[in-house]
């Protein structure tokens, strides 16, 4: 059995991990599976499912960069009679258009970390800082309207400024610093949102820098859950992050056997928990479950 | 015109925009100026540019050397990436400071010899030559990082990226000792006439002798150095080797600093010292953007703005254009380049 | 044979062997279908880079194209969301709004004398900015006409489709290499390539030119950016990053020197095709890791510059070597 | 004087004034062209010749002063303009497109058309036809630069005078020609003023600007020294107008006779390269300067190019003092002492942008390596000791070279070579475009080095200026080593008789 998995790059440790996973997992049940790396370019995306679709293989497993822009190629593999399978994010397209949907809902991602902060801080003032995605991409977007959601109606809680850290350490340490420096050395902030782990880390060494605790003088929540992340955590320097598991192969793989067995159709989304971790939750031991995915 | 009245009018106008800049921010944000003492280390936004402008800064250094022979170099962002992960590869391997720094810096030379080989020998067109190695030096830093990033807690490498010397930042050190060093030695010795010469006529130099070949390789080797000072910065800053985003753009940054600090694309003429202030005008904008508050979906459109504005006002046509914009055609000297194959 | 043509005959034995080399390694690869997808997958691209062959051999270089893609995707995308209007007059009005920007650039780099890698940079940032400032979701398209446009294709035997975008982008290439050889304004192109102070020492109207030149390139990339939207039906201010790049490689593949002067557009859509060929491989194999396909790609990108270097030096060597030849 | 008062100016410049930073370089200069009249502009170098006619050609704007054309007063803004008023130039250095091809560059801007098309068949025909007058039959479809300078020079002249409607203005435009070339140019220039075109035309070649003039107007610093009839004019006469002194000086007829008897210090054995140059003997002894004589395409250049390991030889040996010598590179041939100023100096000799200074430590800072810089204050001593010398016309050693005038460009190669004190020197077409005064100063510099024991090889079109410095002269024909003369047997008579042997066996 063949399958073409299109993911969008190596652009974070948990997409390294996801591509791990899938690896190991079609490893395990012994599917041939045919990687493509887009480099974070979806016409790249579509190319490898064209030349997917044209090597005819048996399915595809598709980590779309972007929710738009997929009816034509994904009209292409039906017409082909491969079945579809969307990882860790949607696209807009119409719904017989792929099998099913492995994922976490961003949006709640950011609800999750939101209802954290709210529980947390109860009815203190809290002026929040928040390091945004990549600007457009869809989980800057929808971890960002997650969030306000959760804090809609807390009027204590205020984000006062926003800035875009690219998802990496290195902008997040340095956007975190530039806050520092306009919120008044940084005693201004009682919280830090991050769309990431990776940009909550590299803030966490700014503040440090700063002569502040992280954990303490600003809350540090985020989103991910990677190793380092509870690294942090063990230390008592992040207080909280949500888990977007790198396993999406796995449901994906089995939904699809059963697809192919005898034509079983699974749900049109599964949804994969957005568990939320905090210093309670024995940071130090998944720290030590995580450290060997390939993150 | 004694030496040092050229000098400070050849980076007058540098000078002028990075206060310009500067004002500019202070207008935005009161408190830029502010600086303290912060667990032992100098703390406020001036210290910040500075401090983050130090991998431009470095890349910088070498790209003007490398502009100045009449090449490009679009490798600089990788080889940071493959540097970085080297030495957190090393520093993690348990092979100690010395050894990774070692190797670190010998990875840089090998990417430099690599697109000097390509360049002077192979006879490639730099800005080609050096996208081979821009496309698959991240590629060769993701196999030593396997894909992850990673990182590490070794004190004596972090020391490069946010230690302190005298309370200087470390990066902030390390870039103006190399700036300086650089420029000490391509002006006490014959290199930076020489570099110049093959970037204006490579034949003509090659046919007075002038070794161009080596000379070559020697300036592309320069380049990936520094670019390997800038990775282990990068990389010591947020403890762990980030293969996918270390350098990212960054080459085209430091090709901006060149530019700003009025260096021409077309080689010949360098300033190293005017290129340094460019990358700090650069980062300048940069930090600014951020303290500005301003959302992010406008950063590029002020970023934009600002180089354009910085750019006309560099330009020596642009008070002859306003005045003439209708009349003039220009004057030129009666030469015209040839162009080197 | 004209000397001239050399590195573009190397190209094409190039690619034709590499083609060979791969279908040796998976039979699948030669079928209307792949070939199909190499046209319309690379229409984009192909379209951007005949203007970007226009700069090139005018000695200059515009990074701004991959930006005015997303910005047109964007335009376009947002324009058809919130006014009733039909997508022609919308493409009308993208290509005046990307043919004007590029002749602003080229404007600024005559009159103010800047490098054009500083200006188009500039304009590149600016261009995503405004694809940002107009909206930062990726915005569906969602327009019968666009449906239209996407159904009309010719289905090739072997099932392999030559789509409208394919065959807008084969048009684009012989409009270009028309304007390229059969016109005045072609040769000004290759004469500014060759020097703009002998260029304007000849009777070249340098400004015109070089505002032309950028306009074209603008153009082009305005084209490339309906295309784009065609392709994916969507607006997106992050898509088509780098393409700017991957355009530049494509037109120095096909044997156009990036000092100017002298080059190809139909190499141009050889080089095209090379890179398309390559990523097709890489999939077709799929057992590359994430950093394993970048370093193929630039090993093979390295390998293609050099078989073409060598075939151009062999052949030329072969031929006696003509006085002050350089 | 009649003619003046019936034909009204053709083009006539008053008090034209341009000044560059740090030079005057016209100052209140008039200038009248009449129609059907060859005008030839003289002076020395740097004198303001290229300035005056970029000025009236609208490649420089003028700062003051007023231009005529037929009465009417035109300003150029760029050469285009100036075309379309029906004025073609040949500019001094040739400012074609090297990448392009010949009928290309002939044609840029006024293609044949063909169904709104350029018709590339029409152009090559054309373009052939064009040449074919100037006794030129060549591949037009091939790229300029794979054809020498001349080709290029005459490619250059072709162009112009297809664009001149009324006026032709010609540069040094036989700067690199030789006799042959220079006559069918000069047969070409009648019967455009026959046609009753206006004709400027700068040389330093006194002998053609008396064959070919009617008129003479002498520069000197930027100021108009005067303009008289040909007719009226001696040379004598002449060359005080230009240098503002009398130029002493005594003519040769024959090459030198006191022929150095010191053992060879190079010898060339079999020298050769394939499809360049046949192989050759040559042997040259210290103090001695060998001429070197041919028609264009000869393969004179080559022989040079071959002997300095620009294109390194593939067959025979070469031996410095009776030691065997590798030459596969320049670098190989500067290390062993030798030096090489080539022909073409705009692309293969001058640094444009570095300073006079730069541009004279050149050599000598790349044989010393890159690690010792010579002390600027001796670099400084240098240049202007050379400056002084060779009378280079600058304000300062700072100014970029390129910028200075052409025949100065030349004399800051020398200077380069010059400053490396080297034992065997190249010089190709050492005097193109360099001006009367400095001619001779050159010759004299010639002779002075070989008898410091400096080696010389000299290429030059200019068979009486081999006479003057030669002990030996070496014809090349068709890329062979044809013939060699020695002392008393060197004459211009000759010399041409065994460069035109061949004519003579192909006629037969
Ligand atoms: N673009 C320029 N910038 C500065 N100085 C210039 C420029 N062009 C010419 N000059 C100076 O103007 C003077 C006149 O130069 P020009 O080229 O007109 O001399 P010329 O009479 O043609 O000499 P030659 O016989 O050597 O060609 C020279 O001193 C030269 O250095
Ligand atoms: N009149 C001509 N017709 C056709 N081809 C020519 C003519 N003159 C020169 N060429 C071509 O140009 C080539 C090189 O000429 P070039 O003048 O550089 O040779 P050279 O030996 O350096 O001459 P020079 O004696 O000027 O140094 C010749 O091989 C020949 O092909
Ligand atoms: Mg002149
Ligand atoms: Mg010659």
Redesign the pocket.
Known sequence: QTIGFSQIGSESGWRAAETTLTRQQAEERGIDLKFADAQQKQENQIKALRSFIAQGVDAILLAPVVATGWDSVLEEAKEAEIPVVLLDRMVDSSKDLYLTAVGSDLVHEGEVAGQWLVDTVGDEQCNVVELQGTTGSSPAIDRKTGFENAIKGHDNIKITRSQTGDFTRTKGKEVMESFLKAEGGGGDICALYAHNDDMAVGAIQAIKEAGLKPGEDILVVSIDAVPDIFKAMAAGEANATVELTPNMAGPAFDALAAYMKDGTMPEKFIQTESKLYTQADDPQGEYDRRKDLGY | MTGLARFLRRIAPQLLTLAAVIGLIALVFPGFFQISLANGRLFGSPIDILNRGAPVALLAIGMTLVIATRGIDLSVGAVMAICGAVSAWGITEGYGLAATLAMALAAGLLCGLWNGFLVAVLRIQPIVATLILMVAGRGIAQLITEGAILTFNDESLIFFGSGSIFAVPTPVVIWIVTGLLVAFVVRRSALGMLIEAIGINLRASALAGVNARVLLIAVYMTSGLCAALAGIIAAADIRGADANNAGLWLELDAILAVVVGGNSLLGGRFSLCASLIGAMIIQAMNTGILLSGFPPEFNLVIKAAIILVILVLQSPRAHTTMVFFRRAPREEPAQTRTVPQ | MNARLLPLTATVVIFIAAYAVCYSQYPNMLSTRVIGNLLTDNAFLGIAAVGMTFVILSGGIDLSIGSVIAFSGVFIAVLLRDTGLHPIPVFIALLAVTTLFGASMGAIIHFLEMPPFIVTLAGMFLARGMAYVLTIDSVPITHAFFDQLQGFYWLMPGKGRLTFIGGLMLVTFMAGIVLAHRTRFGANVYALGGGVQTARLMGVPVAQTTMAIYALSGFFAGLAGIVFAIYTSAGYSLATVGVELDAIAAVVIGGTLLTGGSGFVAGTLIGVLIMGLIQTYIVFDGSLSSWWTKIVIGLLLFAFILLQKGLVLVTNRERTT???AR | MDAVAVSPPLLCAEAVSKSFPGTIALDGVDFTLLAGEVHALLGENGAGKSTLIKCLTGAYRRDAGDIRLEGRSIDPRNTLDAQRHGIGTVYQEVNLLPKMSVAENLFLGHQPMRFGMVSGRRMNRQARETLAQY????DVSRSLDS?????QQ?VAIARAVMLSGKVLVLDEPTA?L?SH?VHMLFDIVRSLKERGLGIVFISHFLDQVFEVSDRITVLRNGRLVGTRPTADLDRVELVNMMLGRDLEGETRTTGRKDLPTAEPRLAFRGFGRKGRITPFDLEIRPGEVVGMA???????????ETLFGLTPHDTGTAEQDGKPLRLASPRDAIAAGFGFSP?DRKSDGIIADLSVRENIALALQARMGWARRLPLRQQYAMAEDFIRRLDIRTPDADKPVGLLSGGNQQKVMLARWLATNPVFLIL??PTRGIDVGAHAEIIRLIEELCAEGMSLLV?S?ELDELVAYSHRVVV?RD?QHVAELVGEDITTGNMVEAIAASEVEDAA
Do not use: K
């Not at chain 4, 054809?147 to 080709?151: F, K």
């Open positions: 003509p006085h002050h | 006794g030129m039959s060549i054809y020498s300078v001349a080709v005459v690199s030789d070339e041919g028609l264009l395409g000869s393969g004179r250049t080559e022989t040079a022909e190709d077409e290429i079109s090349v890329r």
